[in-house]
Nanobody
Framework: VQLVESGGGLVQPGGSLRLSCAVSGQSSSQYTIGWFRQAPGKGREFVAALFRGRNTYYADSVKGRFTISRDVAKNTVYLQMNSLKPDDTALYYC???????????????????WGQGTQVTVSS
């Protein structure tokens, strides 16, 4: 399984970005995709997840601002990020797992497959 993120960049506070996670080698509807981020000097933080292709979950810090979605035909998962804040600055990773259970979604240790990350910088 290969996950490739794209769409990061530099944006002003209040702006928007859409991250993409292209998945190859895995097309099962049961595959769970999560987005995580890691700022310098901090641990890897859960952002959002699409659980088994159906249900969405968000960290409280991004709820109402970020939206995770999926294009089945393209086998790509998106993270639409609106109203960005400087605190959102981080390296963003998508991760996947075919055996995810609900309680394990927020922990990065429960995902087997990882992309290389894409940098998001929110600054004026």
């Amino acid at each position: 399984v290969q996950l490739v993120e794209s769409g990061g960049g530099l944006v002003q506070p209040g702006g928007s970005l859409r991250l993409s996670c292209a998945v190859s080698g895995q097309s099962s509807s049961q595959y769970t995709i999560g987005w995580f981020r890691q700022a310098p000097g901090k641990g890897r933080e859960f952002v959002a997840a699409l659980f088994r292709g159906r249900n969405t979950y968000y960290a409280d810090s991004v709820k109402g601002r970020f939206t995770i979605s999926r294009d089945v035909a393209k086998n790509t998962v998106y993270l639409q990020m609106n109203s960005l804040k400087p605190d959102d600055t981080a390296l963003y990773y998508c991760a996947g797992d075919s055996g995810m259970i609900l309680s394990s979604i927020p922990s990065h240790r429960n995902y087997d497959d990882w992309g290389q990350g894409t940098q998001v910088t929110v600054s004026s």
